[in-house]
């Protein structure tokens, strides 16, 4: 079956650690996006790549990093530098004028 | 002029009633508008979505109605169900050149989100 697979479920970090959220789509699909869901706050556009070997910062880039190694992949770090990273982050992919398919999420907390 | 505004914040329903969510826009610029359904812990789903050139879409109990001239759009579920309990999203975005020259959908701007709740 076609889908957006993000893993783990659930991801621990401790002070000043990075980890690495990943995002895997077989669905063929050129564009990627991260999100970060907070409480009453939507989503919030971390990143985006609408191509191989190239993306772009959203809304709240800053503490973030992505990579677009391969069409399938879209990893995102979260740094050190991001001091509030505790939330739910959602990986989504689209196609031509098809609206988004979202992954499971990743539930991020600082320990 | 990128926001989208989405109202209220939370609705709680009766069985069998009609909830109303509401969104607004300011960019005319957008010209797709999809709303999302979202169950705790899970991704949001694509539910319905519209396009400027149609006042009014419909699949099954779900409605989109389309306001071009007020920049609004609103979503309207007929005999709400407890099923319906679930956090909806409204999102507006604009068309932007892909390779080719092909349109495809430019990224998503969200709503801040309605708690629906819906009382058996």
């Not at chain 1, 919030?44 to 990579?67: C, H, M, P, T, W």
């Not at chain 2, 709680?12 to 909830?19: A, L, R, T």
Request: aromatic share 12%; charged share 15%; hydrophobic share 30%.
């Amino acid at each position: 079956d076609g889908g957006i697979t993000q893993s783990p479920k659930y991801l621990f970090r401790k002070e000043g650690q990075n980890v690495t959220l990943s995002c895997e789509q077989n669905l063929n699909h050129d564009a990627m996006y991260w999100y970060r869901q907070d409480p009453g706050q939507g989503l919030r556009l971390i990143y985006y790549s609408q191509i191989v070997n190239d993306f772009q910062k959203g809304d709240i880039a800053e503490g973030y990093s992505v990579s677009r190694e391969k069409k399938e992949s879209f990893p995102l770090t979260v740094t050190s530098a991001q001091k509030n990273p505790t939330a739910f982050y959602l990986c989504a992919s689209s196609m031509m004028n098809y609206g988004y398919t979202f992954g499971s999420g990743t539930r991020l907390t600082v320990v | 002029q990128q926001q989208v505004k989405q109202s209220p914040q939370s609705l709680i329903v009766q069985k069998g009633g009609i909830s109303i969510i509401n969104c607004a826009y300011e960019n005319t610029a957008f010209d797709y508008f999809p709303w999302y359904q979202q169950f705790p812990g899970k991704g949001p789903a694509l539910l319905i979505a519209i396009r400027p050139d149609v006042s009014e879409k419909k699949e099954g109990r779900f409605t989109i109605s389309f306001n071009k001239s007020a920049k609004q759009f609103s979503l309207h579920i007929m005999d709400s169900q407890p099923g319906d309990s679930a956090t909806y999203f409204c999102a507006a975005s604009s068309s932007v050149l892909g390779l080719g020259g092909s349109s495809n959908t430019g990224k998503l701007i969200f709503g801040q989100g309605t708690t629906l709740q819906v009382k058996p």
